[in-house]
Each structure stands twice: as C-alpha cells, then as structure tokens.
DNA sequence: CCGAATTGCTTGCTCGAACAACTAACTTCA
DNA sequence: TGAAGTTAGTTGTTCGAGCAAGCAATTCGG
C-alpha cells in the first residue's frame, strides 16, 4: 500500500552500496540479494555452535516433534532426498542425531535428536530469536505482517509457476 | 502400515500447501522458502541455455559492460572471489568467456564475453523476463513497487546486522 | 631503495542443493 | 500368488557459496 508513488526515480531503494547488474529482473535481483545476505547472517551465527545454514531447521523439527521418519523431515523441510540424506548423515557424525531402522517398515529409518544435541535447543532458539530481529529490525507488527504478506505472495506465484512447469513435463 | 506413524492428519501443511516446521522466525522462514524455490525456478529456466543460476548475472554484466578485471566482478556481484574464480573458470571451459591477463598490472585478469556466448544473450534475456514476469505475476506496478522497498529494507536491515558484526570481529 | 602492507587471484575443504540413476522393501491388483 | 508399481533411502556428479591459506605482483612508508 502506501504511496504507489513510483515516482522516486531512485527505484534502487537498496542502495546499499552493493553493485547492480542493470536493472535486468529488479525483484528477482532484490529476492536474490536478500536471500544471500539472510543466509550469511544464518551461517555466521549457526557456525558458533557448530551447525550449518539448513541443518539447524532439520534440528528444530526434530526436537519440536520427537523421533521420525526420514521421509517426513524430507517432506516437511521441502527438501530434496538426497539432501537430507547427506545432511543427516553429517549430524550423525556430529552426534547431534541418531538413526535407527524401522521395526515395522524395512525401508524407513527414523531419526531423532540426541541427549547430547539438547544442550544446542536453546542456542539454536537464540539464534533463530536473534535473526529475526536483525531481520524486521525496527518494524511495527503491522509492518511485519504486510512482510509476510508479500513474501507469501512471491512464494504463492512461484510456487504456481513452477508447478505450471512440473506439468508440462 | 499404521503403527506408530506421525498423525498423517497433522495441520502443519496449513498454509501454502507447503511444510512449516514450527513458526520459528516467520520472516526468516519466508525468505527461505521463497529464495529456494525462485532459485529453483531460475535454475529450471537457465538449464535449457547450460548455465547454472548465478552465471547468468556474472553474463549479463560481461555483456553489458564488456571486458573487466574479475576483481570488478566479484564486487559487482557481491560474490566470493574464490566463487567467481571457479564460475569464470566454468564459464571458459564452456566456451562462454575468455580471460587474458592484464598488459598494465600483472596481477589482474581481464575477462570478456566471448563471440559465442551471443548467442546466448537473447535467450537470457528472455528468461529473466521470464522469471521475472513468474515472480511478479499480476502485480500492479505499485505493488510491484511496495515489494521492492520492502526487499530494499530487509536488504537493509540485514546488511547492517552483517556489517556491525563484521566490526565486532 | 627496500622491507612491509595491500591487492588480485587461486586452491583446498566443507556444505546445501539439484538431477539422475539405482537398490531394497513394501503395496496393489489381476 | 506373483508381476507391476510405488515408496524410502542411497550414491554419484555438478555447482554456488563460504572460510582458510597461500602465492605473486604492486604499492606504500621509512
């Protein structure tokens, strides 16, 4: 809302003295940016207690919702097999997670987050605390909700696009 | 099969159909989610051209600007230097790109757009505006407009956190 | 003028992420 | 029951991206 004024000339808003490359896709550029710079904030603080961007999402579900299977952490992290695969094959070897077989399907493993990952929760929820308010900064609640609301757009129109795409195929 | 599987008819697919994992950090999840499936998108799109998302910006910039120092390159890109020199490397061997070393400064590499890589332009082009056009959908240019400045702030915000952290260290 | 920063670029390592291809373990159904 | 299909998980490969080192050319300061 507020001004539809496009009239700022200025349309690099994110004049952050960062470089642009013309101004070829100005949102997508802009979706670009952020999201580099949101998850090299991520990682500079995940790596204090030894995790990496992505990982620490796997370690929430898991301490939120107790054990389960791989494929659920696949589907609800909106992962790729392999990806989770790998990732926690490397929590396991950091001894943040343990893996066991399925009594009852032979094809499952179930993951669930150590006694020794405990002692991360809470760093981890300082963290996640410590982005987001970097993240909205000063902004009002109603600020942060017209933030989210964009965002979910974007994501609702990609979304479609990609999907429209999986179709085709 | 039942057994102990997760409640199947948890309510985390909730909002955009895709998984939640808690309501951590909204925003930061937002972005997350959106950066992920606009580089998917993006990804899907250059594929058909064999780039990979990322050397399409360092492209259009050669194309733009013509030939340039790589240091040049990795500033306007925001990039790693060790990022822009495995991708320039990737880019030569692909017949897209051709460095030569500087006559005036034996330490800087000149890189341009090859003649080959013309071809290409076009069709880049299009695929931004592609993407571009997926990514906006039926925005109005106000909304358009909106969105930008607010990528612009969270650039902003996020750029400052990075930044005084940087001075910390 | 010469030793000490600085700059430009490279290599080594790790990780998330994508695609492809493959195995093993269920399910389905004719 | 048994063949066909589906689901779960894995490995192989490639790429962007980050950090850490390291090297060589150039500039700076005494």
Do not use: C, Y
Request: net charge neutral; hydrophobic share 40%; charged share 30%.
């Amino acid at each position: 809302m507020s001004t539809t004024n496009s009239a700022d000339g200025d349309a690099a808003a994110a004049d952050s003295g960062r470089g642009r490359v013309s101004n070829a896709g100005p949102v997508s550029h802009a979706i670009f940016r952020v999201a580099r710079i949101h998850k090299l904030l991520a990682g500079q603080l995940l790596r204090e207690v030894g995790l990496h961007p992505g990982q620490e999402l796997l370690m929430m579900r898991l301490w939120d919702e107790g054990p389960q299977r791989q494929a659920d952490l696949t589907a609800v992290l909106d992962a790729d097999a392999p990806t989770v695969t790998r990732s926690v094959r490397r929590l396991e070897r950091a001894g943040f997670v343990r893996r066991s077989p399925s009594p009852t399907d032979g094809r499952v493993t179930i993951v669930e987050a150590t006694p020794a990952s405990m002692g991360l929760r809470q760093a981890v929820e300082r963290i996640w605390a410590d982005l987001e308010r970097m993240t909205v900064a000063d902004m009002d609640d109603g600020r942060q909700d017209g933030v989210l609301r964009t965002l979910g757009e974007l994501e609702r129109n990609l979304t479609a696009s990609e999907k429209s795409r999986a179709d085709d195929r």
